[in-house]
Antibody, heavy 122, light 108 residues
C-alpha cells in the first residue's frame, strides 16, 4: 500500500525550532515529488513547496521562502519541513502529499499524509 | 502568482440533486487543474486531475470540465457522503501552485 505517514502533533513556544517528518512507503520514494501544504485553523489549503528526493531539487512558495526549510533523506524515505524560529502565525495543520506521476514536476497531489498539527503558543 | 477563485462559497443542495461548482483562474492554466474533496478532520482527497480525468476509485457521478481559465466540477446525484468542502488547484504555473479558497457543499 502506498502511504505517507507524518509525525505527531507538536506544541511549541514562539522562537523555538521544529522539524516535522513525512515517511513514504510502498513506492519508489526517490521518483516522486513530495510537497507540503498548510491549512490554518478554519481556512483553506496553501501550497508551501515541494522537493524531489531523487536529487533534492526544492522549490518554495515565494511568500514562504526563507521562513521554512524543506528537505529529504532518501536513505530512510522521509521528507521534512522545519522552522528555525516559530511564530504564533505558524499554528496550522501541515500535510505532506505526493505527486500523482513519477518524475512529473507539474503535477497534482495524489497521496496525502494524515497531517501534523503544529500549535505555537506562549 | 495565479489566483484561483471558486464560486459559490457555500452551495446548498438536496440529496439526489445535481451540484455544480465553479473555479476561475486569473490567467490560463491550460488543463492543469485538479479538484479535491475535504471532509472535517481528514486530509484532502484527489477527485479530478487534468481538468476532467477522475482519479482512481472516484465514482462516475463526479465529473470535471473546462480549460484555460474556467472550470467546473459537477456531482450528478448527490449522496450523503458528498457533503464536504471542495478545492480546485492549478499546477500549470508554479511556484507557487495555487488553490482556490474552497466551496462548502452543504445539505439543503
Amino acid at each position: 500500500e502506498v502511504q505517507l505517514v507524518q509525525s505527531g502533533a507538536e506544541v511549541k513556544k514562539p522562537g523555538e525550532s521544529l522539524k516535522i517528518s513525512c515517511k513514504g512507503s510502498g513506492y519508489s520514494f526517490t521518483s516522486y515529488w513530495i510537497g507540503w501544504v498548510r491549512q490554518m485553523p478554519g481556512k483553506g489549503l496553501e501550497w508551501m513547496g515541494i522537493i524531489y528526493p531523487g536529487d533534492s531539487d526544492t522549490r518554495y512558495s515565494p511568500s514562504l521562502e526563507g521562513q521554512v526549510t524543506i528537505s529529504a533523506d532518501k536513505s530512510i524515505s522521509t521528507a521534512y519541513l522545519q522552522w528555525s524560529s516559530l511564530k504564533a502565525s505558524d499554528t496550522a495543520m501541515y500535510y505532506c502529499a505526493r505527486h500523482l506521476h513519477s518524475g512529473y514536476a507539474y503535477d497534482t497531489f495524489h497521496i496525502w499524509g494524515q497531517g501534523t498539527m503544529v500549535t505555537v503558543s506562549s | 502568482e495565479i489566483v484561483m477563485t471558486q464560486s459559490p462559497a457555500t452551495l446548498s443542495v438536496s440529496p439526489g440533486e445535481r451540484a455544480t461548482l465553479s473555479c476561475r483562474a486569473s490567467q490560463s492554466v491550460s488543463s492543469q487543474l485538479a479538484w479535491y474533496q475535504q471532509k472535517p478532520g481528514q486530509a484532502p482527497r484527489l477527485l479530478i486531475y487534468g481538468a476532467s480525468t477522475r482519479a482512481t476509485g472516484i465514482p462516475a457521478r463526479f465529473s470535471g470540465s473546462g480549460s484555460g481559465t474556467e472550470f467546473t466540477l459537477t456531482i450528478s446525484s448527490l449522496q450523503s457522503e458528498d457533503f464536504a468542502v471542495y478545492y480546485c488547484q492549478q499546477y500549470n504555473n508554479w511556484p507557487p501552485s495555487s488553490f482556490g479558497q474552497g466551496t462548502k457543499l452543504e445539505i439543503k
